[in-house]
């Protein structure tokens, strides 16, 4: 099956600066690759995700960049602020045809500390 | 719409007991999971639905059930609770299709097996 590894495990920046997360998978075959925030006492939710045929994406302050020869994928959050401070989840999925949001398969977490 | 609703928010078990994790969504997806989050090790699959009557398993199915007897709801069973089901669990839905889309989660239920 697929196995997901993600680094830091923790990071702090300081309010302003760059914070990036990296994801290796093992699973030729995921195509699908979300990034999910958790903030205290709550459930994950969906920031951004890329697929397989896109090598890059951005959304505002973040931006998440796909190498799929290399089999690893980067979460890039720019002008860092207090409300970016959460714990952070990579998660690689195959598609398989005839069903749609296929079993996703975690990294372990990064919990990202801003600074003020 | 309520998104995803788990009950309860809290639950403390003894060694032995059943209980069943509710998790209720209104947003007629087709595709729900269960998983559990224990510190350093992220998410892991319990089990899941792809439509009312179909579950299969996942990651972790050990000590789990689940029945999708409706599209809205998707409980998870423990059947003789054990202290290392001391966990978070989380229900996520979302919609399907040909194309992998977002996951939508619960709240979480932090339970504690003693």
């Known amino acids: 099956g697929e196995n997901v590894e993600q680094h830091p495990s923790t990071l702090s920046v300081q309010e302003g600066d760059s914070a990036v997360i990296k994801c290796t998978y093992s699973?030729?075959?995921?195509?699908?690759f979300p990034w999910y925030k958790q903030e205290l006492g709550k459930g994950p939710q969906l920031i951004i995700d890329?697929?397989?045929?896109?090598g890059e994406k951005k959304d505002q302050r973040i931006a998440v960049t796909l190498n799929k020869t290399a089999k690893h994928f980067s979460l890039h959050i720019t002008e860092t602020q207090p409300e970016d401070s959460a714990v952070y989840f990579c998660?690689?999925?195959?598609?398989?045809?005839?069903?749609?949001?296929?079993?996703?398969?975690f990294g372990t977490g990064t919990r990202l500390t801003i600074i003020p | 719409n309520a998104g995803v609703t788990q009950t309860p928010k809290f639950q403390v078990l003894k060694t032995g007991q059943s209980m069943t994790l509710q998790c209720a969504q209104d947003?007629?997806?087709?595709?729900m999971s269960w998983y559990r989050q224990d510190p350093g090790m992220g998410l892991r699959l319990i089990h899941y639905?792809?439509?009312?009557?179909?579950?299969d398993q996942g990651e972790v199915p050990n000590g789990y059930n689940v029945s999708r007897s409706t599209t809205e709801d998707f409980p998870l069973r423990l059947l003789s609770a054990a202290p290392s089901q001391t966990s978070v669990y989380f229900c996520?839905?979302?919609?399907?299709?040909?194309?992998?889309?977002?996951?939508?989660f619960g709240q979480g239920t932090r339970l504690t097996v003693v």
């Open positions: 996520a839905s979302s919609y399907s299709g040909l194309v992998n889309t977002e996951a939508f």
């Open positions: 699973d030729s075959a995921s195509n699908y």
């Open positions: 890329i697929r397989s045929n896109v």
């Open positions: 998660a690689a999925s195959p598609t398989i045809s005839n069903f749609g949001n296929e079993k996703l398969t």
């Open positions: 947003m007629n997806h087709e595709y």
């Open positions: 639905s792809v439509g009312a009557g179909i579950t």
